[in-house]
């Protein structure tokens, strides 16, 4: 296990892909890693102070990584534990392994993701499990949970996978969706618009949109674009 | 001054095959040994490589507002970073590069001069504002006028001197090098919803037909005697049977004769290739085509040729961009532009198992293979077909049968019974691909600098790590494939830009325009002018177009 916790406080983005197989190297290795703080390139002993504890593919994350970004990003097996908030983009690209945040994340959590878990115990920002702008399918399998609130844009093109929020989320929930699951436990704002495919259910009230119809179980949409996605009520 | 000793050079403008010989270099041309003081010239060794002129891109994509539109829609584009700042700009881009990438990534293949291909005039000042933020290259650019309402209304008159004076007008206010045209006609009816099919089809509200237009633009280009003939993108672009309108159009200059030059163009002939009636049975018609460009020494082609891969479609047509939206579900950008014309854009990949995108690969390369090397020049029609890095790809298969056996392995079936690639024996030489690429172009566009090393040609060279005394294209094609990308010193207007495939140093090209002012009499069309301005136009004649002196280093190339 590698335990990371942050030299001092960051007054710009710390931009860092950070996967547990970091937690494989020699610590020298792990020192000089490199990494941007803003526009300057350091290595993480710079930024962190770095612990190693055997050799497993995990990493704990200890302190306020909320302007650290990246983390995660593409990682395909071990394990990310943050004891605090998380930056943006984290687990982004994920194919697989877990990332699990004890505090808050922000936007793009998970975003284009193919497999793997993320757990937030706290709230997530925008965008989770969305495609980056300009790519044609978000997330595509995996699961993503939030154990609170979450904003808008969830799932956007989202393809394959399950994002569960067990509290409320925002607005444009699914957008474009393709595929996959979004459930949200709470409340939510405009869900479905333009989806092709795929399943929302949502517990508590949102706004359909008016390209949905009634079917059997809840509705059926967007007829925009021909969609045949679902939108159910739990 | 330059001394290159001992290269092999190959110069088809000059019949050089291959002869060891050296070149020398002073104030930016080239010249003859006697001209220099080899005791002050840097020498560059080029013992057993291969000399040729710098490549000349006559048919791309790479300033204006259809570009630029395209990166702003294409946000995964930028995502690709080619060149991080240091001496050099930072250039970005997949498929649809940045400004300095265009100019970087054209000097890394020994590439020296590219023309834009289509600007709506009215966006000229943002077309060379674009073309003055691209290094290295001289560069040019080619204004449409097939769907200009002054256009239609001197064709539908008959009135071919007043046209020839807007022409005039039209290239100098837009600092243009040309008389380009796209779907003449086309995109008039689009504006209605429509198109025109056929060279007959009326264009509504003018009464006229594409034929009129095509052929008064011809006419009035040969009087006018401009160094670039009408440079055409054909009706119909795009549609399963399109190969007859494309063979119609050539025909439409039959009996027209330029001794410097051809008197049509027809531009990426590719994608007005296609025989059969639908999607469904959609064939190759380019064997027909071929036939009749190489029975005509009037009209030259380029080949448009798709590159599996990312690309973007972005053209002038209008309708044609809409149908294709239409087809992939892709993204879809169109604009209009005042009464000139209008622009589509549409994000596209070619996959190698799709059958009308391999149908569409291999359309292109019998184009490159059947039409005799001195009539078709290679272009990607970047960004449509794909990316210019891709140039030496389609060299070395031009030159090796093998290598095109491999490619069809991988490619749709569907090519096996739609066209006849798999048949073709042509094996094209290194002179045939560096006069595709150089000597070809250049004539084609009226460069007589360009595209050759004879005395007194711009000193633009590039030099290759191949040497064709030893070398088999036809069995060594991927060191053909990979040699031409990574020329052993590119050399622009004297400078060495590029060492061993890496930029070495940022050179500023020129822009070359066009002024045939002389030879008409602006006179006689200013009430239209003004009246058309008033009318219909949101800016004021006098705010239209570009000062020359707004130009970073212009060439004005007048015509008497
Ligand atoms: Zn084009």
């Known amino acids: 296990m590698l335990i990371l916790k942050p030299k001092f406080e960051f007054d710009v983005s710390v931009e860092a892909e950070l996967t547990p197989e970091l937690a494989e190297k020699s610590l020298e290795e792990i020192k000089n890693f490199r990494v941007w703080y803003g526009k300057f390139e350091k290595t993480l002993g ?25 983390v995660g990003s593409g990682m395909d097996d071990g394990e990310i534990v943050i004891k605090g908030n998380i930056g943006a983009n984290c687990g982004a690209y994920m194919k697989g392994g877990r990332i699990t945040i004890e505090g808050n994340a922000d936007d793009w959590l998970g975003a284009e993701m193919k497999g793997g878990e993320i757990i937030v115990n706290g709230n997530a920002k925008n965008l989770i499990g969305c495609a980056y702008y300009g790519n044609p399918s978000g997330m595509q399998g995996g699961k993503i949970l939030i154990e609170g609130d979450a904003g808008n844009y969830i799932g956007e093109k989202m393809a394959g996978g399950t994002i569960e929020i067990k509290g409320n989320a925002g607005d444009f929930i699914g957008t474009e969706m393709k595929g996959g699951e979004i459930i949200i436990h709470g409340d939510c704002g405009y869900a479905g618009g333009d989806m092709k495919s795929g399943t929302i259910k949502i517990g508590g009230e949102f706004d359909l949109l008016p390209t949905f119809r009634k079917s059997e179980d809840g509705w059926t949409g967007d007829i925009l674009v021909g969609g045949e996605g679902k939108i159910l009520k739990i | 001054m330059l001394w290159i000793k001992n290269g092999i050079v190959i110069d088809p403008k000059n019949k050089v095959d291959g002869e060891k010989m050296d070149v020398f270099i002073k104030d930016g041309k080239i010249v003859d040994e006697s001209e220099v003081n080899k005791e002050e010239c840097k020498v560059i060794d080029a013992n057993n490589k291969l000399v040729v ?36 700009r930072v250039s970005l881009g997949r498929v649809l590069l940045t400004s300095p990438a265009i100019g970087y990534e054209y ?13 709506p005039p009215i966006g000229s000042p943002h077309t060379h504002e674009e073309l003055d933020a691209i290094p290295i290259v001289d560069k040019a650019m080619l204004p449409v006028f097939g769907n200009w309402h002054f256009v239609f209304k001197y064709v539908a008159e008959k009135d071919r001197e007043k046209l020839k004076a807007f022409i005039a007008w039209a290239i100098e206010r837009t600092k243009g090098y040309g008389v380009k045209v796209v779907n003449p006609g086309g995109v008039e009816a689009w504006m209605y919803g429509g198109n025109v099919k056929n060279l007959e089809d009326e264009v509504p509200n003018w009464g006229v037909t594409p034929k009129e237009i095509i052929t008064e633009l011809v006419k009035s280009n040969e009087e006018l005697d401009l160094p670039h003939s009408v440079h055409l993108h054909c009706n119909n672009l795009g549609n399963p049977g399109n190969y007859q309108t494309t063979i119609e159009t050539m025909k439409l200059v039959s009996g027209l004769a330029n001794k410097k030059r051809q ?15 639908s999607w469904r049975d959609v064939a190759s018609g380019a064997e027909e085509i071929a036939k ?32 294709l939206h239409k087809l992939t579900g892709s993204r879809w950008v169109n604009k209009d532009s005042e009464i000139e014309g209008g622009a589509g854009i549409v994000p596209i990949v070619y996959l190698p198992k799709n059958p009308v995108h391999a149908l569409q690969w291999a359309i292109g390369l019998e184009l490159g293979l059947l039409v005799d090397s001195d009539k078709v020049v290679l272009t990607t029609d970047y960004p449509n077909g794909g990316p210019f890095t891709e140039y030496p790809y389609v060299m070395a298969m031009l030159m090796s049968r093998k290598m095109r056996e491999k490619e069809l392995e991988r490619v749709s079936p569907y090519v096996q019974k739609a066209t006849s690639l798999p048949a073709i024996e042509v094996e094209k030489t290194l002179y045939d691909v560096i006069q595709m690429t150089r000597s070809l172009p250049a004539r084609v ?17 590039a030099i290759y790590s191949i040497n064709p005394d030893d070398v088999d294209p036809a069995a060594q094609y991927e060191l053909i494939n990979s040699e031409f990308r990574k020329p052993v010193y590119t050399i622009k207007g004297g400078e060495i830009v590029v060492k061993d495939g890496a930029v070495v140093a940022e050179s500023w090209g020129r822009t070359f325009w066009v002024d045939a002012r002389k030879k008409v009499s602006l006179e006689s069309i200013d009430e239209d002018l003004n009246s058309f301005f008033s009318s219909y136009y949101t800016i004021q004649r006098k705010n239209y177009g570009i000062q020359e002196e707004w130009l970073r280093n212009p060439v004005r190339v007048e015509v008497n």
Not at chain 2, 60 to 79: C, D, F, L, Q, Y
Not at chain 2, 109 to 118: D, L, P, W
Not at chain 2, 263 to 275: D, E, G, I, S
């Open chain 2, 445 to 461: 566009m009226g460069m007589e600098n360009k595209g050759h090393l004879g005395i007194g040609a711009d000193a633009d060279v």
């Open chain 2, 53 to 88: 002129a710098g490549g000349v891109e006559m048919h791309a994509h790479i300033a204006g507002s259809k570009i630029n539109v395209g990166r702003t829609m294409r946000p995964e584009e930028m995502r690709i970073v080619r060149h991080t700042a240091n001496k050099l």
């Open chain 1, 46 to 70: 710079e930024l962190f102070d770095v612990q190693k504890e055997g050799d497993g593919k995990k990493l704990l994350l200890d302190g306020d990584f909320s302007k650290v970004k990246w």
């Open chain 2, 292 to 323: 009749v460009v190489n029975s005509m020494d009037n009209v030259t082609i380029d080949m448009g040729q798709a590159i599996f891969g990312h690309a973007t479609a972005m053209t002038g047509d209008a309708p044609f961009q809409f149908t």
């Open chain 2, 107 to 119: 000097a890394k293949i020994g590439y020296t001069t590219a023309v834009e291909a289509a600007s």
């Open chain 2, 263 to 277: 008197t049509l163009h027809v531009t990426h002939v590719q994608f007005n290739a296609y025989a059969g009636s």
